[in-house]
């Protein structure tokens, strides 16, 4: 016990310091810090053209990380490892329906994104029926949809992004920003929106923050669930097409590289784990930075093996940062 | 025989102060009782004690000499053992392996020692086998008992330490008579053995029976020690509420309310898990009570009116309405409102705004989709100064809120929009002396203007002075009706007991 | 979600309390069977030979679901500990050729894989227990970390075994397959390791984090040894898939990890700590490898059987999961 200390604890900390210690200040900070450094390392690296670049790829996971977000706000563990799956399963699906023809695109956005939802509604029924824990729902559902692309590999020619989609995600569209660019703004406002002007927004960070009081309250607390699921599973989808834009041509678990980070780039944005608290601003930007650090570490002339430790010792600094638990002895 | 004085122990959570000085001493041989409305600093101070809580300032002397606790664990090195009111149990570990957790008797340091955890677990069991009731034993896995069961388990987990120095904070709230009397005798013979204790309790009877000297605490300040001889309730109750309104409860006989005929609760023939054909009207205008010792069904009953808890048989009907309350959603949809004692369960949606916390129930009633942010808080503001709630905007996170102001928090949310009738399950239960009257203030308005209330209270007085009428509950039925004069205290004690 | 507040069943009926005491009995039931069925659709596949290669294959799972229990047991998860594998692999496999590959080499060679793995314990359990960082993202970004370690230290996979070590792996002593030999000394460890204080003590801590605290154990420390076992555990999973693959892939742990959750959950063990027993974790692993040859033996075509064995596994999950609440509750 430390009796002589801290005489100034009480005193209630400086505006100042309170709204640098937001997760989403932090953030742009270190986005800032990064493009600097990036520059400095390489110039040329925060050029606007390069910086569009890096934004692209950011929306493609930050699209994902959208769904990711609703599902650990609202809790009871929530976190779907299936976006990884899914991402890869919409890719290859869209690539076949629209196979490099316009007039393709709609009809292949609906089919990936409702075949998205529905393995998100599979998880959502066995998370909330069967009581099933959401990583290893989504776990087992991420091997079955692994096991999906298999078949689908071997039955079917691999389809080609049309031409209209790939210029929508690569090429400037309003403004010089690339469509996808708006896409993800307009996700952005989609999710504020979702989250702070709606009754099911509320009700999410309410399942979030007590289940059993929500359900008290009469908030329909499974539906609710199963909803958020969906939606992670159609924002996956819908990524997975963006995807195929960007890369002209589907291939095998291009989504696998999404299913952690996406994880990472709420929790850098101040969503906990532990769900009932965050939103999407913070993951937006969450998303941005991820996406600098790995630039910034492909540019930077290292091996891969002293990029992968650089990134993985970078994360658990950010980690610091932000993710912190509380103490036992408050 | 250790002697323990705490002197200035001052402890905050950012801006909230939950000890502003808090002084105690502690003699061997003596139990000592600490009181104080909720959220008075009464359980941080205890914290600080057993090393659980890390104090801003003051000091801690045990026998003289100033000592730093920097632990649970350093705590228990010096002789410290402590009861948590909010248990401190390993729910799916055996009531064996729960009372010996703290130090598990080991071969080699290495190895648990099961024969000497099972012959030191006996001991403590023994001290209460035959008030424990059904499926107590040491190999029962602690998540299988009832509340009761899992406040004795704490109970012997806080004796087995051996400790010189024991801290009991409210060890008490969810047991029985049998239970109290057996724990009161055990506290005895430790207090003649020169063991000094602890003893907190909101009940003031028992505070009486078993305490030695009080300490009150009143908003994270020590105010004063007496001892019990030389002192009675209602200056205790003064010292705890300082220079505020009296807040002791209204006269023992209640006005009789002219209960207007009209049923707005019927329920018929309900039986359930933990209770069996269970009936009553409730009229308009009209507070009943629900009487008996501590969990004899009370509480089930009303949770199942609420379609929170299943019934197998019976009808539940609303304004003469049958309804099959097969959810929340329906009771509260068809008018039915519900407040639990355990608000952090079942109440409160921790680390949310207040305004979130006062709205769900309004989004239902009205069925509606989108938040229009201003007109919500207008709604919002209405019922909580009725309740004499202490807040600073509704962005406030509802924790930032002492105990009582959660629960009005709770309150006001059914009050948006009016139900017909309020099932109150404890709601006072840990919640301070002021705001109990407020609280009860409100009932009492709410049912003259109309509404049909249900009240259950684990404190017989609160019964007595504010239900018109009371259902005295015996193993989940119903054994009593006490009307008019029969409200007496003899016989609410006289129907529980009965047959138990 | 519904709560009674009354009295649970006294008297559990005995299938529960025989649930309680070993939640591992429906893992066992689902094992029973796929052996059945293995052995109806290929009855070679019961006979000494194939259920030699079954261990031999599965050891590295089985002892990787083993490491990754003592984690969950304490409410924790490891999300790293298929590359501490892959790092041990190339450790050893890079320091048995520098050092010729003779016999007593190759034991040096394992003894620093092994301290390697404790390494990677004590970092993951400083950086989650100590530093309070969040479990699944925090070993994800170690993960990561230990990847680049292993890329460093053999940037391509290739490089073989020497002959002693899989030559010893696979082979047999006294009439006994020394896979068998490996079996029984993991099966006294942790027979020693279930009557050991920490072993309660990390379940209390998983139980009711809080709780264990203001009983005072040391709940960072208990934290931080569980993380170590875990360490421990996983480099054992890697000297015995070094001994089945015989060579060196800095990449071979990385498709492990999910698996060793699901062999946790299989064995009936709960991830939010508290409950659970390592047996079940053993039985979880091989419930996996023969689901796997289950659905080879049965004829299913090559392009199918990864999504079988997916979907049979998440059935197998949601099974287990479903029996061992029913058990709990």
Not at chain 1, 38 to 67: D, N, T, W
Not at chain 1, 159 to 170: C, D, I, N
Not at chain 3, 184 to 208: E, F, H, P, W
């Amino acid at each position: 016990m430390s009796t002589e200390t801290a005489v100034s604890v009480t005193a209630a900390p400086s505006k100042a310091i309170e709204f640098l210690k937001r997760p989403l200040v932090v953030a742009l900070i270190l986005i800032m810090a990064l493009l600097a450094l990036g520059e400095a390392l390489s110039p040329g690296f925060a050029s606007a053209e390069q910086i569009l670049r890096l934004l692209v790829v950011a929306s493609v996971m930050g699209i994902v990380a959208a769904g990711q977000n609703l599902v650990i706000i609202g809790g009871r563990e929530g976190i779907d490892l299936s976006v990884g799956g899914i991402v890869s399963l919409a890719a290859i699906l869209a690539g076949n329906v629209m196979n490099g023809a316009d007039s393709g695109i709609l009809p292949a956005i609906l089919v990936a994104v409702s075949v998205g939802a529905l393995f998100g509604l599979f998880n959502g029924l066995g998370i909330t029926l069967l009581r099933i824990p959401p990583l290893v729902m989504t776990l087992g559902m991420l091997g079955v949809l692994q096991g999906l692309l298999v078949v689908i590999r071997n039955g079917i020619p691999s389809g080609r992004a049309a031409p209209a989609l790939s210029q929508f995600v690569t090429q400037p569209f309003i403004f010089g920003l690339p469509g996808i660019i708006w896409l993800w703004i307009a996700i952005g406002l989609f999710m504020a929106f979702l989250l702070k002007r709606t009754v099911f927004g509320y009700r999410i960070y309410a399942i979030g923050s007590n289940e059993q009081a929500a359900f008290m309250a009469g908030v329909p607390v499974k539906t609710i669930r199963v909803g958020l699921f969906v939606l992670s599973g159609a924002f996956a989808a819908l990524a997975g097409v963006c995807l195929l834009g960007y890369s002209g041509s589907s291939f095998s678990n291009v989504g696998e590289q999404y299913m952690l980070p996406s994880i990472i780039a709420v929790v850098l944005g101040g969503t906990p784990l532990a769900g009932g608290k965050g939103g999407y601003t913070g993951t937006m930007a969450g998303a941005v930075l991820l996406v600098i650090l790995q630039s910034i570490l492909t540019t930077v002339h290292i091996d891969e093996s002293g990029r992968q430790m650089v990134f993985g010792a970078t994360l658990l600094l950010l980690m610091l940062f932000y993710g912190r638990g509380r103490a036992m002895r408050g | 025989m250790s002697e323990l004085l705490i002197r200035g122990a001052r402890k905050a959570y950012g801006a909230t102060l939950a000890l502003r000085r808090g002084d105690l001493r502690l003699l061997p041989g003596e139990v000592h009782v600490l009181i104080g409305s909720n959220g008075s600093g009464k359980s941080t101070l205890c914290k600080i004690v057993a090393g659980s809580v890390k104090p801003d300032a003051g000091e801690v002397l045990l026998n003289g000499s100033p000592v730093t606790i920097v632990g649970p664990q350093a705590a228990r090195a010096l002789g410290i053992g402590i009861f948590y009111q909010e248990l401190s149990l390993a729910a799916r570990r055996t009531v064996a392996e729960n009372i010996c957790l703290p130090a598990l008797p080991t071969k080699g340091s290495v190895f648990v020692d099961r024969a000497a955890l099972e012959a030191k677990a006996a001991r403590f069991i023994e001290a209460f086998a035959d008030v424990a009731g059904d499926g107590f034993s040491a190999d029962a896995p602690v998540h299988t008992l009832r509340a009761d069961q899992r406040q004795l388990v704490e109970i012997m987990k806080a004796l087995a330490s051996e400790a010189p120095i024991l801290i009991f904070d409210e060890p008490t709230s969810a047991l029985d008579r049998a239970q109290v009397d057996r724990f009161f005798e055990i506290l005895r013979r430790l207090k003649a053995e020169g063991r000094a204790i602890v003893f907190i309790s909101h009940r003031m009877d028992e505070i009486f029976t078993i305490g030695d000297r009080v300490t009150v605490i009143r908003d994270g300040e020590t105010v004063g020690t007496s001892k019990i001889s030389e002192t009675d309730q209602a200056s205790v109750i003064r010292q705890m509420v300082g220079e505020r309104d009296d807040p002791a409860t209204p006269a023992v006989a209640p006005p009789a309310h002219q209960a207007q005929p009209s049923a707005v609760l019927s329920v018929a023939g309900l039986s359930g898990s933990g209770f069996r054909n269970v009936s009553f009207e409730v009229a308009r205008g009209e507070i009943l009570g629900f009487g008996g010792l501590h969990g004899q069904g009370q509480s089930a009953v009303m949770r199942s009116i609420f379609g929170a808890l299943a019934h197998h048989a019976g009808t539940i009907a609303l304004n003469g309405k049958q309804i099959a309350m097969k959810s929340p959603r329906e009771a509260i949809a068809h008018g039915c409102a519900y407040v639990s004692g355990d608000r952090s369960r079942d109440g409160i949606l921790q680390g949310r705004p207040i305004l979130e916390n006062v709205t769900p129930i309004h989004f239902l009633r009205n069925r509606l989709a989108l938040v229009r942010p201003s007109s919500l808080r207008e709604r919002a503001m209405q019922p909580l100064p009725a309740l004499k709630t202490k807040f600073q905007g509704l962005e406030q996170p509802i924790n930032s809120l002492s105990g009582g102001n959660q629960q009005k928090v709770v309150i006001a949310r059914w009050l948006i929009d009016r139900p017909d009738v309020l099932l109150l399950d404890d709601p006072t239960k840990g919640i301070d002396l002021a705001a109990k009257t407020d609280l009860f203030a409100l009932i009492r308005k709410l049912a003259e203007n109309g509404m049909g209330i249900v009240l259950y209270s684990s404190e017989d007085a609160e019964l007595l002075n504010n239900a018109d009428r009371i259902l005295v509950f015996n193993s989940g039925s119903v054994t009593r009706e006490l009307t008019g004069a029969d409200r007496t205290r003899y016989n609410l004690y006289h129907a529980a007991y009965e047959a138990a | 979600m519904q709560q009674t507040l009354t009295s649970p069943a006294a008297n559990a009926s005995p299938l529960k309390s025989v649930l309680q005491r070993f939640p591992f009995v429906p893992a066992l039931i689902i094992l029973i069977a796929l052996v059945a069925l293995n052995g109806f659709f290929q009855p070679r596949s019961l006979s000494f030979g194939s259920i030699t290669g079954l261990f031999s294959t599965y050891l590295a799972l089985m002892l990787l679901a083993v490491a990754q229990t003592y984690v969950v047991f304490s409410g924790d998860i490891d999300l790293s500990v298929g590359s501490i594998v892959s790092l041990v692999n190339v450790v050893i496999i890079v320091l048995m050729e520098k050092w010729g590959g003779g016999g007593l080499t190759v034991i040096a060679a394992c003894l620093v894989g092994i301290l390697t793995g404790l390494a990677c314990g004590v970092a993951n359990g400083i950086m989650i227990a100590g530093l309070r960082l969040q479990a699944i993202v925090a070993t994800f970004a170690t993960s990561i970390f230990f990847t680049g370690l292993a890329l460093y230290v053999l940037p391509v996979a290739g490089t073989p075994a020497p002959e002693a070590y899989w030559m010893t792996y696979g082979g047999t002593y006294f009439g006994i397959p020394f896979v068998f030999y490996v079996v029984a000394a993991v099966a006294i460890v942790l027979g020693v390791l279930a009557r050991m204080r920490l072993t309660t003590q990390m379940l209390a801590v998983g139980d009711d984090a809080m709780a264990a605290f203001q009983t005072g154990l040391p709940v960072t420390l208990i934290r931080i040894k569980g993380y170590v076992l875990c360490g421990l555990f996983s480099a054992l999973a890697a000297l015995c898939i070094t001994g089945d693959t015989a060579s060196g892939d800095p990449l071979v742990g990385g498709k492990m990890t999910l698996y060793s959750v699901a062999a946790v959950v299989l064995g009936g063990s709960a991830l939010s700590g508290g409950a659970g027993t390592v047996t079940g974790s053993l039985i979880g692993a091989l419930i996996i490898g023969l689901i796997n040859s289950l659905v080879f033996f049965v004829g299913t075509p090559s392009e199918w059987q990864n999504l079988v064995q997916g979907l049979a596994i998440l059935v197998a999950l949601m099974a287990g999961i479903l029996v061992s609440r029913g058990a709990r509750a």
